[in-house]
């Protein structure tokens, strides 16, 4: 059976963690940013956790 192949536009958007976790960026961040207040900016550049329902699917597509 051949190996399965990284997807590749998943493995540029997730990042696994030491304990295993996925982190993405938050959506947003890429245009209207002066509508935007500093405050939000600042929240939305932070990473996030990938929620739990989506694990499976994404670590799936990182052939993990």
């Known amino acids: ?3 399965q192949k990284t997807h590749s536009g998943a493995k540029k958007r ?3 963690t030491g304990s ?3 982190k993405k960026q938050r959506a947003g961040m890429r ?3 002066e ?4 405050r939000r900016t ?3 550049n932070q990473d996030q956790i990938v929620s739990s329902n989506d694990v499976k699917a994404i670590k ?3 052939a993990r």
């Open 1 to 3: 059976m051949p190996k």
């Open 14 to 16: 997730f990042k696994i």
């Open 20 to 22: 295993g976790k996925l």
């Open 31 to 33: 245009h209207n940013l």
């Open 35 to 38: 509508h935007k207040s500093s």
């Open 42 to 44: 600042r929240r939305l």
């Open 60 to 62: 799936k597509l990182l």
